[in-house]
């Protein structure tokens, strides 16, 4: 006897013990079942299925089959860690580098990064609902990062080269922005936010008609008294009927600093647009089609002098996918765009006018050779036909393939492996626009070419019985004809050309574990090396590490909390580079805590808190690179609407 | 003046008799009601909303103490000490997991569950069935003959309806080859042990029927299967007929779905019953009273299906 209370004491301290209730006034019996696969089940069905990628390959897919190695953001992460923008959505990704309001890295490369080259070429294509967003000036970001995300159903982000669907832009990265739809969340819902960054309330709506739908979204961000981003006002949206889908969007930003523009030379406004127009159908079972014109336009001012640019794009796009076998789909795609920017250097001079054209065709196949393994091979052939004020210059062709292969095996373990080339041509600010930063004069080149990058990748994942996945990949990126800043023979005066030959190497792994739907927990981290060769010597550069991580726990069924760290060790710039205006940064570390009650089933509160430690704080205040230094906080009030949700769907 | 007055106060007796008497004749009766929901789920509070609204038709004036276990079975034992010292007029349970953790530590309390699918799966009595105990309530479980009307009604030259399933909804299986055969339609079921092996029986179902057709199958669809189902069928133009509004929106080209509300009425109006004096063990365990027929249009349209109009007229559209 004594001995079996012993046991028993053991056993409870052991959380082996039955629960109290359990062997009391039993209403089913001790043998009724466990209902904890009904439970997981009414749950699917009550709730959101997640979604799906669409970027890597122009069709839906899950992450794990998707042929490049890629990350989805849904709506319910960002909301859970209170991101306030797309930049701020993004950096918690393995392989995000972020240097600044407007810069970021996909592992490593971007405008500014630690393989040189000028900053004011992107190096990675941003699209909103697959429409191209990147300015065409000087094929960067113009709102980037700063955009809003509140209206957001999922972000795609596909590292590495994606020039073999994309083309030109789509070198380090493509980052594609989902939007909600008015089928995917009906009702009204909105966010009031102040924080010592400002003020800032966001709406949006949505809902289905018949056989329409509508959505529309709104976002007003006040911070007087800051030097940049004073004001953003921003609105986006979208509309459809049998196929037939329209999108716009707007966003201005006062009193902000452009990719171009220096502390000194504040840009006093800048603003983009966008407007899509977009249809696809089934023509059979086994043949879809998709047509979309779409058109972007922004104004900004790119140089100290009060150099204003105005740009503008018009694209034409078809596509049609085919199913020749059950395991066997063929993708082809042809694209004209016409970019142009209207340069005003003061009201004296005469505007110039620069301009491309652009042509491509592209295909891929996507084969099923045996069970659960896919074989990818794409092209694109891209022609880019720039000129200035009307004269035509030599044009560019580029030829981008990629082939890869994805094994997605029962077993829950996913591996890919690929092979490809991307390109990124010299945007028009390299071809034709000369200006001057502080005493230093930069030469335009009309001979350049673009820059050439060979990619090869492995990855390897895997998702645990336990609620654990993991995910690990390795990459080489070499880098040719690397456009950067040589010095001429005349003083203070330098001229842009192909100047680097760059490798980028590294490691990036994340490893997740969601015991229960109360506790999440992720980490990441990229580990990477990288040199540029110049023809005289090598120029070793330091490594660049990222990582994160994060805890989301409900302590109690109405709070939400979240913690998470970031630390980033990277160089945005070349050492030595007089033009390098975000030259290194030493190691950064931030930790976010953040704090969501239910107050009523569709009110919440939030309280958020960010900290830069030590001096890491005064070096971004240094370079102006964040709104705010060292501590910042801000309260949230969410109006969230009814329904189970919804979801992007396919 | 004397009589002024007392003319005065009859004058004020009979309005106040006539005003207040209605009102006495109609107060509602307090009744105490414990809510325990598995987790915090949109369709629950909905139900939720149904299940007070039909208490106060049915006269009642519920005085409502809500729980939720969020999706954490451990939970319940605070919860259910607190059942038995409170002693509530009649506990209403939302989802499976509730409802079972209540149902094993209290059977002197009427017992009422809503949003349950397959009652005996989670040890509870069937549809149509009376429990002898504390417990009764409405499943979640859509009628097949419904799923099958659907078919019909939308996809006139599919006769050769697949089902993935597992050894757990081979009753169901069952259920559904007999309403199947009486439409001249026939059933291709693949049984398979886990969702890991959802991809290779996708392969031969995708080939060997007509129309795909879900079953609530937790061994069958998890997220990750689901997933990989909704974009199989996508991918050859498969028709799939899925559950609920979750998977229509997800992708499915249509479903069969319910509405949340009128669960919830029915479960109220069965507490109704309970309260008037009707034992719950008496009450046999109800299934959802009305269905819903949904339409995925974007789906339709990329797997070249025509809805037919009527069809499409008395359903809902949720993805145009």
Known sequence: MADHARWLIAAALLGLAPPAHADEMPGLGPSAPIAEDADALESLLLGEIPRVITAAAFREQLPEEAPAAVVVITAEDIRAVGARNLGEALERCAGIGLTGRDHMTIRGIGPTNLIGGVGDAGRILLLIDGVRINDTFTDSFTVGLQRGIYDVARIEIVKGPGSALYGTSAFAGVINVVTIKGADRDGAEGRARVGVDGTEAAFRTGGVKGSAEGSAYGRLHLAPGFEQNAAVAEVRGAAGRKGLSLGAGHTLLLGGLGPQASEASPSPARQEGYLSIQGERALTPRFHAMARASSTAGTRQVSPSGMRVSELRLSAEGRTRLRILPLMWATLGAEARTEGARLQENPDLDPQSLGRAIAATYGQLEVGPISYVTVTAGVRAERIAPSLNGAAADAFNQISPRVGVVATLPTGTAVKAFYGNAFQAPSLALLYHSTTVGEITLNANDKLTPEKLRSVEAEVSHRFEAGVTMRVNVFQNDIDDLITTTYTAVQNELVFDNFYEARVRGVEGEISYAPSRRLTAFANAMWLDAYNRVSYQDLPLIPEVTANVGVRAQPISRATTWVSARYQSARSGVEGDPLSPYLTLDPQLRVDARLAVDLAPRWQAALSVRNLFGDQAADFRETELVLTDGTEVWLELTFKPPGPGGGEGL | ?320
């Open chain 2, 1 to 320: 003046m004397r009589d002024v007055a007392a003319k005065l106060t009859l004058a004020a007796l009979a309005l106040l008799l006539v005003v207040v008497r209605p009102a006495l004749a109609q107060a509602p009766v307090r009744l105490t009601v414990a809510l325990i929901t598995s987790r915090s789920l949109e369709p629950y509070n909905l139900a939720a909303a149904g299940i007070t609204a039909a208490l106060s038709d049915a006269g009642y004036a519920p005085v409502v103490d809500t729980f939720n276990l969020d999706g954490d079975a451990t939970s319940a034992g605070g919860i259910v000490s607190r059942l038995r010292q409170e002693r509530h007029d009649v506990i209403l349970t939302l989802g499976s997991l509730a409802t079972t953790e209540v149902a094993r530590g209290i059977d002197d309390i009427p017992l009422v569950f809503c949003m349950v699918l397959d009652p005996p799966s989670s040890g509870l009595t069937a549809e149509g069935e009376a429990s002898g105990r504390n417990i009764t309530g409405v499943s979640m479980d859509i009628p097949i003959d419904a799923q099958l009307d659907a078919i019909e009604a939308v996809l006139p030259t599919a006769k050769r309806v697949g089902i993935l399933h597992s050894a757990e909804s081979t009753a169901q299986v069952a259920k559904a080859e007999a309403a199947a055969n009486a439409r001249g339609l026939s059933i291709v079921a693949t049984q398979i042990s886990s969702e890991r092996e959802v991809s290779r029986a996708m392969t031969s179902l995708l080939t060997g029927s007509d129309v795909l057709l879900a079953l609530p199958d937790a061994a069958v669809y998890t997220e990750s299967s689901t997933r990989y189902v909704l974009l199989s069928t996508l991918r050859q133009a498969m028709p799939f007929v899925g559950l609920m509004d979750s998977f229509v929106s997800a992708g499915a080209f249509m479903g069969v779905g319910l509405d949340f509300v009128d669960l919830g009425r029915q479960a109220g109006a069965i507490a109704a019953r309970i309260a008037q004096g009707e034992a719950p063990g008496a009450i046999p365990v109800e299934g959802p009273a009305a269905t819903r027929l949904l339409f995925n249009q974007r789906t339709a349209r990329r797997i070249g299906v025509n809805i037919p109009p009527e069809a499409l007229a008395a359903g809902e559209v949720l993805v145009p």
